[in-house]
């Protein structure tokens, strides 16, 4: 009998494939890893009813806080349902439970019951600050710390860092895989922004430990074993933020985490994750950079250090209880379970159910679609079978309440004129070039100031006047936020009411752009749009950090209209931006082993996080994975375009001349087998100005995008066609009908690739 002929290469690739196998049966063979956890969620910081408080403890306000339980018990949530942790090895202290003496207890009782070689987790949220240590061999003589919630009490002082130094060495030493998590600050620095946040900081200790000790930073051993993520630098803040009003409130850094967690594959490294969590918190508009330390060779690593043999991308959920006709899961907002997310049996995939409310952070309620109710249990865990998008909006604005008139509004423009005619100040106009130091505004009609050189917020101002005021910010970088006339908030509410994809705000903290009002080159009133944070230093964010002021020039309705259709339109633009960055495809999008790569094209190195200088000659790829010919390779359309600092879209691939045929993946080389690179550029671009993050976008897509031209190259939006699915949304807005030939399906398996790339100087 004649054997079929195998080739070279299928014989290579089966046998690869055998040894793949072979590693991977040998792996879930060995017993997986012990892990452990310990999370700490600290909103309570006042003494309780009827306590006790001495002059002499160690500080005398305590600001509470509203998302770290929240964080805390979401991370929980999380790391059951993606990273396999069991709810019983999981310690939890919230609140009046997170002493010191509780913490570090809680602490010591981890190290004692992960065994060498497990894995362990600390999280912590709430309030970061510092203690005096006048023996400390440190400049500034204070050591950073956490803060317990009986900090109220006397004698008990935060628990520092050289104390959670010490107790993570301990771990290094037991070679335990350790990763602690941290969102709080150590900065009494306030976020620059026209309504200042609450942040996660309290003063200071007035406490002095006299500890002239020293630590090695067990991040700074070799192979430690150890990562640790913080929520932000030393000397900013650590912000909240509520994604939407029916969701609860988080901490910046956590929310970004928690979103990048249900987007990416559990397997993803922790150098991916923690990119992503950037980009994530630069889309939420806040100026906060997070710092990823620890063990180099853990950055390669899943995010808790678990061999990649020992996770699965699928979700499944055990069922709680059963209520009439409801089943109650374990799965909730945290894990990423939307209402309208099918799941069914593990070991009986004919019993099918649906999410019809979320009952919290790790709970929701479903209904039985098919099988037998009585089966449940049999069926056992529940598998998450399709893929359901957040009704989240891409936008929020803040539009503040006021009930001024136009002529009172004319009357500060004309103010505000003279404050930059008097050379007094250092009157501020683009916040990119110059982040201001004293923001005025008006708080029911009556001007009050945030002073950021000296961390002082909401002084009331007796009178507004160039005197007045010059007393405040003689020399300072000054800037006036108009406030709205009352018609023109009504106008621009009106505007809003009924549009999905961007929301108004109630609450200026919970907004990604906030209204702002200045003067234009006439002195009459102008309004846009800002981040809520405004930072010089976050030039190198994704969005972008202001809008141009629209001038109201005239007290009509006509005029009213004029500047509310543009901010509309700014609003519009920003959304859609925001949209791609935030966009998660679906997991079972498909096998799509092709990555966006940006090299120099003089020494043909990868750009990486540290960006790229301007002038540099770069070349754009797509470039496939190692793996790309273990498996059949999906035949889909191929879009590459880039959204810039400046939020303006260009379609790169393919030529808008060439709409979809030319850009069918894969394209085979001669030996017909599918081609490895393709270069974007057909010469060399260079970095150009201005500084800040460029974004590139691969979308990959079954069926052909129409007119994909002009969907990714517009510069402004006017309108947006109906639609519920995320993608549908993204490639409808803009297109004011489907005359214009550009109207798509929602593609049914589709995959997107992101790669941001900085600009500097």
């Not at 104390?163 to 998590?181: C, G, P, S």
Request: glycine share 6%; charged share 20%; net charge neutral.
């Amino acid at each position: 009998m004649d054997l079929p002929y195998i080739s070279y290469r299928s014989y290579r690739k089966f046998l690869f494939l055998a040894i793949l196998s072979f590693i991977a049966l040998t792996a879930w063979c060995q017993n997986p890893p012990v892990k452990n956890a310990l999370v700490i969620g600290i909103d309570k910081y006042n003494p309780p009813p009827g306590a006790k408080v001495s002059n002499a403890s160690g500080r005398m306000e305590w600001p509470e806080l509203e998302g770290c339980r929240n964080d805390a018990a979401a991370i929980k949530e999380m790391i059951i349902a993606r990273f396999g942790f069991q709810s019983k090895h999981i310690t939890e202290l919230y609140d009046y439970k997170a002493t010191r003496q509780a913490i570090l207890a809680a602490m010591e009782d981890l190290l004692k019951r992960t065994p060498e070689n497990g894995i362990a987790l600390i999280y912590y949220a709430g309030h970061g600050s510092f203690i005096r240590n006048s023996m400390s061999k440190e400049a500034d003589k204070y050591d950073e710390s956490i803060v317990p919630s009986d900090t109220w009490k006397e004698g008990v002082p935060d628990i520092r860092d050289k104390e959670i130094a010490r107790i993570f060495n301990r771990f290094v030493d037991k070679k335990i895989k350790l990763t602690a998590i941290f969102d709080c600050c150590h900065s009494g620095s306030i976020a620059r922004g026209i309504y200042p946040g609450k942040s996660r900081y309290i003063k200071g200790s007035n406490y002095d430990v006299k500890d002239s000790s020293t630590v090695i930073p067990p991040e700074t051993r070799p192979n430690a074993n150890i990562i640790i993520l913080s929520a932000a630098q030393d000397d900013e803040p650590a912000k909240e933020y509520r994604l939407d009003y029916g969701e609860p409130p988080h901490g910046v850094f956590t929310l970004a985490l928690l979103e990048t967690l249900k987007q990416q594959s559990v397997k993803a490294s922790v150098q991916n994750i923690f990119n992503n969590v950037r980009a994530m918190i630069k889309s939420f508009g806040k100026s906060q950079e997070p710092v990823l330390a620890g063990d180099v060779n853990r950055f390669n690593e899943t995010l808790l250090g678990i061999d990649k043999g020992f996770l699965s991308d699928r979700l499944s959920f055990p069922v709680i209880a059963m209520k009439d006709s409801s089943i109650i899961l374990q799965a909730g907002w945290a894990a990423g379970v939307r209402v309208g997310n099918e799941l069914m049996g593990e070991n009986d995939s004919t019993v099918k159910i649906k999410i019809t409310n979320l009952l919290g952070l790790g709970k929701s309620e479903a209904k039985l679609l098919s099988g037998d109710i009585s089966n449940l249990s049999a069926a056992g865990p529940f598998e998450l079978s399709n893929w359901v998008s957040a009704s989240t909006p891409l936008l929020t604005i803040y539009i503040p309440e006021s009930h001024t008139s136009y002529q009172e509004i004319m009357d500060r423009a004309a103010i505000n004129m003279a404050f930059q005619k008097s050379g007094k100040f250092n009157f501020i106009q683009q916040f990119d070039l110059t982040p201001p130091d004293i923001i005025i505004n008006f708080s029911e009609g009556k001007p009050v100031a945030n002073d950021f050189t000296k961390h002082l917020l909401n002084i009331p101002i007796p009178k507004f006047s160039v005197s007045e005021i010059e007393n405040l910010a003689s020399n300072k970088n000054l800037f006036v936020n108009l406030a709205p006339p009352e018609q023109l908030i009504s106008t621009l509410k009106n505007k809003f009411k009924n549009f999905t994809t961007i929301r108004l705000a109630n609450n200026p903290n919970d907004a990604t752009y906030i209204l702002y009002g200045t003067t234009d080159e006439n002195g009459n009133p102008a309004y846009g749009l800002v981040k809520a944070d405004i930072t010089g230093r976050d030039s190198l964010s994704s969005l972008p950090l202001y809008t141009k002021p629209v001038t109201l020039s005239a007290n009509s309705s006509a005029a009213y209209e004029n500047v509310t259709d543009n901010i509309f339109e700014q609003a519009l633009k920003i959304s859609k931006i925001r949209g791609w960055l935030t966009l998660a495809a679906p997991q079972d999008g498909g096998f799509f082993p092709y990555r966006l790569e940006m090299r120099d094209a003089t020494t043909d190195k990868i750009i990486d996080s540290n960006g790229v200088k301007i002038g540099t000659r770069l070349d754009l790829r797509i470039e496939a994975n190692d793996d790309y010919l273990d498996y059949p390779i999906p035949r889909k359309y191929i879009y590459v375009f880039t959204i810039d600092v400046n939020g303006r879209m260009q379609l790169i691939y393919p030529l808008a001349s060439e709409g979809s045929s030319q850009n069918k993946f894969p394209i085979n080389d001669d030996q017909g087998m599918p081609q490895k690179v393709l270069s974007l550029f057909s010469r060399p671009a260079k970095a150009a100005l201005p500084t800040g993050t460029d974004q590139y976008f691969l979308l990959a897509s079954e069926e052909p995008i129409q007119s994909p031209g002009m969907l990714f190259n517009q510069k402004g939006v006017r309108a947006t066609l109906p639609g519920n699915h995320p993608l549908a949304t993204l490639l409808k807005m803009g297109n004011e009908s489907n005359a214009r030939s550009a109207y798509n399906t929602t593609p049914a398996n589709w995959n997107l690739v992101k790669l941001s790339i900085k600009v500097i100087q």
